[in-house]
């Protein structure tokens, strides 16, 4: 299987960007698996960004996300999408994304995959 992330980089605060992720190679259908976005950032733990489940009519976001960040998935082009909007420094991180079989939101052990992920940094 692959995962890969793209659409990081460097903004201001305020600034926006769109995260993408393509699964592909998967044991399972793409629109039968959850799907969900992990930061980490320097020197700091996993946090659990936003999750969507396999149909996309659930979506769990972390607080410090809450109405900035919009979660979505393209089950024709296997993609998973995160709006990101009025960036904070604090937001600055690594970007993963992770595939599960069930939509399970801050469960690491219920992760099947991977990405290898994309930068985010945000200056004030």
């Known amino acids: 299987a692959q995962v890969l992330e793209s659409g990081g980089g460097s903004v201001q605060a305020g600034g926006s960007l769109t995260l993408s992720c393509i699964a592909s190679g998967l044991t399972r259908d793409f629109d039968d698996v959850a799907m969900a976005w992990v930061r980490q950032a320097p020197g700091k733990g996993l946090e659990w960004v936003s999750g969507?489940?396999?149909?996309?009519?659930?979506?769990y976001y972390a607080d410090s996300v809450r109405g900035r960040f919009t979660v979505s998935r393209d089950m024709e082009k296997n993609t998973l999408f995160l709006q990101m909007n009025t960036l904070k420094p604090n937001d600055t991180a690594m970007y993963y994304c992770a595939v599960q079989p069930k939509y399970a939101p801050c469960s690491r052990s219920n992760v099947e995959y991977w990405g290898r992920g994309t930068q985010v940094t945000v200056s004030s």
């Open positions: 969507i489940n396999d149909g996309g009519s659930r979506t």
